[in-house]
């Protein structure tokens, strides 16, 4: 997307933030950098195959403790340049100081990056063990929604999204806490939140309430969506999110055997879910892809949103 001329001025590119506040539903990917040449082929073999769909934006994970920096940056950098696709890079208050966040924040407009996700992130030893903070860094994901948006580098201001807890967040006390510390990041500029994996709606719609009477009712909340194509693995997934598969989701999986079987049913659970969602409200969805596109490309067939 390019900024049209005004007036002899060139207008001020949207941020993500005001495309998903734009009114029409929002659909977007979720990218993990690969580790090697046959990953890199994967991911891209599924962004390209996902361009089709024209999604709002895509956005690139950033690992643990800021494990995967330079290839994240790199990611985000060559979707921006190479394909026309929005794309917003993830950032993490983990292991990184303040000087070093404003580094990676430059680093991402040099690369032609201006979204980012504005993260707390989980401790090395996951996201119920104890927090803290690194020296000379942040506590919490506000203080870094705060420092991307006075951030310009040049190049603009940074559009600011964060991460919302359909459920319980493992280090939180109560879910209205979660609500309150959501609505926090808005009022420190956070446009809108993209939530964790979840697999009822009601835990979805409760979240929307709590963080409207928590003082952010305009917030758009994307919800996360993965759905289920091995049983084992989307529960580890889950449980280090702190995010529970309920029982009338597994039962659908009792006596299971065929790997078909279980794909089959765990995209008809997620295509029933995102409809549900649409069907109330919800402003579009974001998809957890792990760098494939086949089981995204089936519940848009099964909703009938086509290229």
């Given amino acids: 997307m390019t900024s049209a001329p005004t007036g002899g001025r060139t207008a001020p590119r949207p941020t993500i933030g005001e495309l998903v506040r734009a009114g029409e539903r929002s ?6 950098p690969p580790k090697d040449a046959a990953g890199e082929e994967q991911l891209w073999t599924a962004v390209g195959e996902l361009q089709a769909y024209e999604p709002t934006f895509v956005s690139v994970t950033y690992g643990a403790g800021g494990s995967t920096r330079d ?11 190479e394909t026309s ?3 917003m890079g993830h950032l993490t208050c983990v292991g990184h100081t303040r000087a070093e966040l404003l580094e990676v924040l430059q680093a991402y407009a ?6 980012v996700l504005a993260l707390r992130g989980d401790p090395a030893d996951g996201p119920s063990a104890p927090w803290t903070p690194t020296e000379g860094g942040f506590h919490h994901a506000v203080e870094l929604v705060e420092l991307a948006r006075s951030f310009d580098g ?14 319980k967040h493992p280090g939180s006390a109560t879910v209205d806490d979660d609500a309150r510390v959501l609505a926090a990041k808005a009022a420190a500029g956070a446009e809108f939140a993209v939530t964790q ?3 009822r709606p009601e835990d979805y719609f409760g979240l929307v309430e709590r963080t409207a009477a928590a003082g952010a009712p305009d917030l758009p909340i994307l919800p996360g969506i993965m759905p289920i194509t091995n049983l084992g693995s989307v529960r580890r997934m889950a449980e280090l999110s702190g995010t529970e598969v309920p029982p009338e989701v597994l039962a659908r999986f009792d006596g299971l055997s065929d790997p078909a079987d279980v794909r089959r049913t765990g995209i008809e659970l997620a295509s029933q879910l995102c409809a549900d969602l649409l069907a109330a409200g919800a402003p579009g969805l974001h ?4 760098n494939r596109s086949r089981a995204t490309r089936e519940i848009f067939e099964a909703l009938r949103i086509g290229v």
């Fill in 154 to 167: 040049g190049s603009g201001r940074f559009g600011v999204g964060v991460a919302a807890f359909p459920e």
């Fill in 197 to 199: 994996l979840f697999f």
């Fill in 287 to 290: 998809f957890y892809t792990l």
């Fill in 27 to 32: 659909f977007s990917f979720e990218f993990f």
């Fill in 110 to 115: 040099d690369a032609g990056v201006h979204d």
């Fill in 85 to 87: 696709l929005r794309v």
């Fill in 71 to 81: 290839r994240t940056i790199a990611m985000t950098g060559r979707i921006a340049r």
